[in-house]
């Protein structure tokens, strides 16, 4: 279950910050792509990075080299960051300007997994929600490529979704201005797959038709 | 002028990493969104927002209660992530699958903009970012609402500009599998304006229509 915290409770608009574990679980399966901060000597630093979530538990992966994963993986304090941006909310004033987003905080520690089964388990996992339904078909994994991969998890019990949705909060008396007001949606879209020149007469695999 | 410096200096992949201005800045604009982190005795917090490039500084706003600008606005040190994703880079393998992406890392410092003109300035500069050429279409901003805003800005001369692009990087020996290979572009798309209850009637300006 997820736990709200001083850290985790907001001052600011505290309506839009939610502690449902659902809420934050479905913002991080939607997302494939989250910002993670550490800090050495109160010198922040911040990494963008692919991840899976599975149970209460967010995984990222890189090379064993990684100089991030090593500052990381020893289980100093990290933030966790996801946004989705679902539109833009144009008022009627600019100052009512806003963004329909969901996003997610969570504040953690890396635990690393030196399981052979675990980091395979991962790359399953993370193929299957980058591309759905495609692991069978690419070559098979190999050991080698298992063993050059560090695999680190965070708990994710300490963590927040903060979002807005909906209509622009105009001011009353803006309301009735002849200026037109809404939304206008940024959705992040799949686009029709574009071959290699490896793939040139190869037919393009039904799980890549219709993505979206 | 950007300086290389060893905290943006990479290990992995070097040639990923680059300190020209022209790519920095193009990033910065195109992006409507930056994860800003910073530390408090090594609690690592970090707060998507949006944002404005002007010349050599990055620009954010808020409250002026807002809790997450006031521990900023002494200058302690900052760490401001922005990242593009342009495609899934879909290998043969798992291994190689991958994304390209253009992502910005800059080291630097608040400081805090209390003329009411260069708050101003700021709100119209934002909301032309975010929705060209609708400035002077808008509702005036009035005093109340700039003398409530806190402008920062950073300077933007610690950074970085990381990217991929391409095709993917198959195993030589994998490059002849009867396995399809390629990208799958996933752009922020912005779709039809949809107008809220106060806009019946209003016809859409011509600075929302084919936004794209």
Same mark, same amino acid.
């Given at each position: 279950?997820?736990? @709200? ?17 659902? /809420? ?14 550490? !800090?050495?000597? =109160? @010198? ?24 991030? /994963? ?17 539109? /833009? ?30 980091? !395979?388990?991962?790359? @399953?996992?993370?193929?299957? +929600?980058?591309?759905? =339904? ?5 070559? #098979?994994? +190999? !050991?080698?490529?298992? =063993? ?10 300490? !963590? ?8 622009? =909060? ?7 201005? #002849? ?9 992040? +879209? ?21 993505? @979206?």
């Amino acid at each position: 279950m997820i736990q @709200q915290t001083p850290r985790t409770t907001t001052s600011r608009m505290p309506k839009r910050t939610q502690y449902d574990e659902e /809420l934050v679980y479905s913002i991080l399966d939607e997302a494939l792509f989250c910002t993670i901060s550490y !800090a050495i000597d =109160n @010198q922040p630093f911040s990494i963008p990075t692919a991840f899976v979530r599975k149970e209460n538990r967010l995984y990222i992966h890189g090379s064993v080299g990684s100089h991030f /994963l090593r500052g990381i993986e020893s289980g100093i304090p990290v933030c966790i960051s996801v946004m989705l941006t679902d539109s /833009l909310v144009v008022a009627k004033s600019a100052f009512h300007h806003s963004v329909n987003y969901r996003s997610v905080i969570i504040f953690s520690n890396a635990v690393k997994h030196e399981e052979f089964d675990e980091k !395979a388990s991962f790359f @399953q996992e993370l193929t299957e +929600k980058i591309v759905p =339904n495609s692991w069978d078909y690419l070559r #098979p994994m +190999k !050991a080698s490529e298992v =063993n050059k991969t560090t695999l680190l998890s965070f708990e994710i019990l300490e !963590a927040s979704a903060r979002m807005r949705t909906g209509m622009p =909060n105009d001011d009353e008396a803006d309301k009735e201005l #002849p200026i037109w007001s809404g939304i206008i949606p940024i959705p992040s +879209k799949r686009l029709t797959p574009v071959a290699d020149e490896n793939s040139v007469g190869i037919q393009l695999p039904e799980h890549l038709e219709n993505m @979206q």
